[in-house]
């Protein structure tokens, strides 16, 4: 973890906002259908978080997942999120040729994680951002642990906290 000051001059820094799904934009539990249709649980503040970022900070949103599902593909279209990667397996490089195309460097992007496979992209990131309830040994690798939990508006806290930085170092 970083002190807060810190932390604050970061975000100022950053232009893309990264994100796991299930666990973080979801409250990570699974729910079936007696047919076996799956179902995931979105928080509507995130969702205004998102569109924040978008049209008020100008900040890039990027959903990247190991799972693949048209849940996904669909919270995405609703949001307008451009970058969505599913069923990515190595998270750790998964935005290079992104972030060459957009000439964004790791230093700019906010990665935010809950589970052992985040871990390599949360080492290469400005800033790396565990949610409230994500495993032990993510909280021990990041700079900053959010009061929220994954699905309970930890993305809006961020997104608020962005908003902080700039109004203050901006």
Do not use: W
């Not at 919270?75 to 290079?96: C, M, N, P, T, Y």
């Not at 700019?108 to 052992?116: A, N, Q, R, Y």
Request: glycine share 10%; with cysteine.
């Amino acid at each position: 973890m970083v002190e807060r000051t810190e932390l604050l001059r970061r975000l100022t820094r950053v232009k893309m906002f990264c994100m796991d799904v299930d666990g973080v934009l979801t409250n990570g539990h699974l729910y079936y259908s007696k047919d076996g249709e799956l179902f995931k649980c979105f928080n509507a503040h995130d969702g205004m978080g998102i569109q924040i970022l978008r049209e008020q900070l100008g900040i890039i949103p990027v959903i990247i997942t190991q799972e693949e599902t048209g849940i996904v593909s669909a919270r995405a279209r609703k949001l307008k999120i451009e970058h969505v990667f599913q069923g990515v397996r190595d998270k750790g490089s998964i935005l290079a040729p992104l972030l060459e195309k957009l000439q964004i460097g790791y230093g700019e992007v906010l990665f935010v994680g809950d589970d052992i496979n985040d871990l390599p992209l949360l080492r290469r990131v400005g800033v790396a951002v565990a949610v409230a309830d994500a495993i032990e040994r993510i909280k021990s690798e990041v700079h900053y642990i959010t009061r929220s939990r994954g699905g309970e508006g930890a993305i809006r806290e961020l997104v608020e906290m962005i908003l902080e930085a700039r109004e203050r170092y901006g």
